[in-house]
């Protein structure tokens, strides 16, 4: 089946620090890729999303590319704020008759500090 | 309305009580999902709806646990004769069809069993 395996937690950073949570995938076919991201109190949102290999989704500064070759879909970000600080989800959707579930990773808590 | 509804907030019971939690959709939306999100576990897929139909229960980790949707909307999750082990938070997501549109989420239901 559909797994995801992202970087365990939880990370720490200092304002404007480069920011890497790696994510790694298991899936047949051609799964869409998404992360998203839990502030403090509230639901899951959606961060950004690639539906193809070699595309790249953004928003907020951060950015992951779809890498079918390597089955990755790493989260960066070059300067990371307090507002940042948050738990971020890897998910991916599969492709075919199994498109309908988002399968997630375990979340990687960030913590960006003053 | 806006966004994903659920309720209650939060829900303290006692071991051995049933619950009811409750899930309105953004208005439109086909596809409903309930999640279980416990620490350190992520994101646990309970079940799927599509209209009023689950095509996919796999996800309900025992006979205790049964969910329903009424005229294409609101969802509701019961748990039967709760354990400590069921303590989590119980999220419910929609989107306007099966097919790769990304997820909304509600805020989610903290359920605590004493």
């Known amino acids: 089946g559909n797994s995801v395996t992202q970087m365990e937690g939880p990370v720490t950073l200092s304002e404007e620090a480069f920011l890497t949570i790696n994510c790694t995938y298991t899936a047949t076919g051609y799964p869409s890729l998404f992360w998203y991201v839990q502030y403090p109190g509230e639901g899951l949102q959606l961060l950004l999303k690639?539906?193809?290999?070699?595309d790249k989704g953004s928003n907020k500064g951060f950015e992951a590319t779809y890498r079918k070759e390597t089955t990755s879909f790493h989260l960066e970000k070059g300067s990371v704020q307090v507002s940042d600080s948050a738990v971020y989800f890897c998910?991916?959707?599969?492709?075919?008759?199994?498109?309908?579930?988002?399968?997630f990773g375990k979340g990687t808590l960030l913590t960006v500090n003053p | 309305g806006a966004g994903v509804s659920q309720s209650p907030s939060n829900k303290v019971t006692e071991k051995g009580k049933d619950v009811e939690l409750r899930c309105d959709p953004i208005?439109?939306?086909?596809?409903l999902y309930w999640y279980r999100q416990s620490l350190g576990q992520g994101l646990e897929f309970l079940i799927y709806f599509q209209g009023n139909s689950a095509p996919d229960k796999s996800g309900l980790p025992s006979d205790r646990f049964s969910a329903e949707r009424t005229g294409g909307s609101v969802s509701t999750l019961t748990i039967q004769r709760t354990q400590q082990e069921d303590s989590a938070v119980y999220l419910c997501a929609s989107r306007r069809d099966r097919e790769r549109l990304p997820l909304h989420f509600g805020n989610g239901t903290r359920l605590t069993v004493t």
């Open positions: 690639a539906t193809k290999a070699d």
């Open positions: 998910a991916l959707s599969g492709s075919g008759g199994s498109n309908y579930k988002l399968t």
């Open positions: 208005s439109g939306h086909t596809a």
